[in-house]
């Protein structure tokens, strides 16, 4: 009895782990909405109850493990081998990440702004490549990735290249001249809620926070999209804009990063 019981459960297990980890992403993979509705919601909510733990801790534990304490490539390879190998995450990727690579270096900013942290992957990517002096704030919303985000930043050894805010973007924006001593920033990552980048970008305007020159470049304009912010970039005198296109983090399906010079 009990071992028809156990063999009963066995199969179930494998069957869950073909159809979660096989069937299932390669039926989604042709659909952008599929696509994230199946990682980024379905599969972390029974992952979550399964574990007993979240997304952000899972990958943690993945840099804690795989990960050299302060080589911060070796915690960006951990996140990325976590992350096409274990469990999918929305973080910039390693093919949309060489892309930031080059822009970052290209720029090589003093002053930069993330506009999103999640669990600090591209904070990595971005403070790894500054010089000694740049400083980067980084913005989260949510105080739970913000935990996450500090103990990654810290395993990879730049806590002291970054400072990271908890709040929202709406609020912080208006406070960088007085709070955080920031005249204008070189280079702005938007990688946050997709509906606060066109508001976002027009606060940094009126704050006077973008110089001529300066380089903003944005995740995700094509997955999950922010058609309003493309229009706008493309449209606007005072913008230069170009695509690159790519793939959403980890997938086939198309995705892309938009890069724009404020010409002031």
């Known amino acids: 009895m009990w071992l028809y019981f156990l063999s009963l459960c066995g199969g179930g297990a494998a069957i869950l782990y073909v159809l979660c980890g096989w069937l299932i992403p390669a039926a989604v993979e042709g659909s952008p909405r599929l696509t994230l ?42 996140i990325d081998n976590f992350c096409r190998h274990k469990e999918w995450a929305m973080n910039v990727g390693d093919e949309k990440g060489a892309i930031l690579d080059c822009v970052v270096s290209e720029v090589n900013p003093s002053t930069a702004l993330e506009l999103g942290t999640y669990c600090g992957y591209s904070t990595v990517r971005i403070a790894r490549l500054l010089p000694p002096e740049t400083r980067l704030i980084t913005l989260e919303f949510n ?60 606060l940094l305007e009126e704050c006077g926070l973008l110089r001529r020159g300066t380089v903003l470049l944005a995740d995700n304009v094509i997955c999950p999209g922010t058609p ?9 005198p005072r913008y230069e804009s170009r695509y690159f296109k790519s793939h959403l983090e980890y997938t086939k399906v198309e995705d892309g990063l938009e890069k724009s010079i404020f010409l002031g």
Do not use: C
């Not at 943690?60 to 493990?65: C, E, S, T, W, Y």
């Not at 002291?160 to 920033?185: C, T």
């Not at 309003?228 to 606007?236: A, G, P, W």
């Open 37 to 78: 509705l199946w990682h980024d919601f379905i599969l972390e909510q029974i992952l979550n109850a399964l574990t007993w733990s979240t997304r952000p801790q899972r990958l943690l534990k993945a840099v804690q493990k795989k990960a050299t304490r302060g080589d911060p490539q070796s915690v960006i390879s951990a």
């Open 143 to 202: 105080p739970d990735y913000a935990v996450v985000a500090r103990q990654v930043i810290a395993w990879a050894g730049l806590q002291d290249k970054v400072e990271l805010v908890v709040g929202a973007s709406g609020d912080l924006i208006p406070q960088m001249k007085q709070q955080f001593g920031v005249k204008e920033f070189d280079f702005v990552f938007l990688d946050h809620w997709k509906d606060r980048y066109l508001l976002d970008i027009k």
């Open 228 to 236: 309003e912010y493309l229009e706008y970039v493309r449209t606007n």
